[in-house]
């Protein structure tokens, strides 16, 4: 039976809990979220009208560092689905080594029925709800599914409206994901799909698998997988077919990635595309290639449809795209995972780099911040395949047996107050 999202976690990390023997008084309390605050709001529409709003954010753990993780406009986003999102973050933090922890939050609506001084207006009235709830040293926002720098960019500047004049300069690092000229790190905006196609190069070392003869297809073309698909056209491999929420597209003669994304730019989506068939999703997902990338939302390969899906490896750019199920059948048909908390997590390590230019007042050189963001995930990219072999396991649980080790070990240093 499939579960909720967040159930689907509590599998993930039961798995790994008793697999590693995880302290139970830890496993008791990094099963629960710490926070949740849930706000109604209300936003002044164009024409004039109120319309109340719903937005989230569930902090789940902080015993590494802030809670830190990013705010989704999705009319999907519910407690369930931010509790499960804030979880994942929390994970992929300790896998890499950054000293945060996991949050996430987002507003229940779909963004492409309203005005962009509409969506400026409900992303500051937001960030008024969410008051002190949020705050540089204390919880740290960023971009999510269908939110951009130009939105952190209202967020920042709302929330320095309300913190003393004194210390607004110094509070910059509230949000990161901003753009360049409001406090943003060079490399920010390409840096999910960045480490997605690290973690893809790592993983053709090891199997010795020549990129440049590869062949790979992409479900979403927002910000993670547009970039996804045009980093890895840098080492020759061939994109062959992309699936959104408007259609699917395929051409196996290859599909030029740079173009595909200007024509996305102007037409929202990859339907009717001109340089490539248009095809069914049950078609997309049949594609004969060597690498899928995930790049939308949850549960997309599950008891369903991971019998369908033919390639190599299943390099996960969302969160949550693989169910337990979908685990399980690709695990039996020796499909390799690199699983979303390992896959994705540059994302979160150049925030961590953004975070610490604005504290610095620093700007790294584009050069500096890929340089330093290969290191962190090469590093755990070793680790979670260091463990797969030492419990001699899947992917997933060895990427949170890593993650739980570290979250252990911080407890049990500390302690339980009182
Ligand atoms: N939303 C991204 C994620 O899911 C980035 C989070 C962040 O940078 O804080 O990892």
């Known amino acids: 039976m499939e579960t909720s999202l967040y159930e689907n976690v509590g599998r993930q990390f039961g798995k790994a809990a008793d697999m590693m023997g995880l302290d139970e008084n830890i496993k008791a309390i990094l099963s629960q979220t710490t926070n949740e605050f849930v706000v109604n709001f209300p936003v002044k529409m164009d024409d004039g009208r109120i319309e109340v709003f719903t937005g989230y ?25 931010v509790r499960a999102l804030a979880t994942w973050m929390t994970w992929k933090s300790a896998i890499t080594g950054i000293p945060y922890g996991g949050a996430k939050g987002g507003i229940a609506f779909d963004p492409t029925q309203y005005s962009k001084t509409e969506i400026e207006r409900i992303s500051r009235r937001f960030t008024y709800a ?36 004194s210390i607004r300069q110094a509070s910059i690092h509230v ?36 990129l440049s003869k590869a062949t790979y297809i992409v479900q979403g073309f927002g910000n993670v997988g547009s970039w996804t698909a045009r980093l890895l056209k840098g080492y020759g491999a061939k994109l062959i077919a992309v699936e959104d929420v408007t259609g699917s597209i395929a051409n196996l003669e290859g599909i030029d990635p740079d173009n595909l994304a200007v024509f996305v730019s102007k037409e929202n989506g990859v339907k009717n595309y001109p340089k490539a068939d248009s095809i069914k999703s049950d078609q997309f997902l049949k594609i004969n290639a060597d690498i899928f990338i995930p790049a939308a939302l ?19 750019g969302a969160n949550g795209p693989t169910s337990p199920e979908g685990d399980e059948i690709l695990f039996k048909r020796g499909i390799d995972i690199i699983p979303d908390i390992l896959c994705n997590s540059g994302g979160v390590v150049v925030s961590y780099f ?37 419990f001699n396991t899947d992917w997933r649980t060895a ?19 009182p």
């Open 57 to 81: 954010r569930v902090q789940h753990n902080n015993a590494l560092g802030p809670y830190k993780g990013g705010l989704r406009f999705h009319p999907a986003v519910d407690l369930d689905e």
């Open 130 to 165: 969410l008051g002190n709830n949020i705050g540089p040293e204390y919880d740290i926002p960023a971009p999510d599914v269908n939110t951009n720098p130009q939105i952190m960019a209202w967020i920042l500047d709302t929330y320095l409206s309300t913190v003393p004049a």
């Open 175 to 210: 949000v990161t994901g901003k753009p360049i000229e409001a406090g943003g790190s060079k490399g920010r905006d390409k840096a999910t799909g960045q480490g997605v196609v690290y973690m893809i190069e790592k993983w053709a070392t090891d199997k010795k698998f020549d």
């Open 298 to 316: 949850e549960n997309q390969i599950n008891a369903e449809t991971a019998p369908l899906i033919n390639v190599k490896l299943v390099a996960e």
């Open 354 to 390: 953004e975070w610490l230019q604005n504290k610095r007042s620093e700007f790294w050189d584009l050069d500096e911040v890929d340089h330093k963001l290969y290191r962190k995930l090469s590093d755990a990219y070793d680790k979670v395949r260091d463990v797969s072999r030492e």
């Open 399 to 417: 990427a949170y047996i890593v993650a739980l080790r570290a979250l252990e070990n911080v407890y049990k240093r500390r302690g339980i107050f």
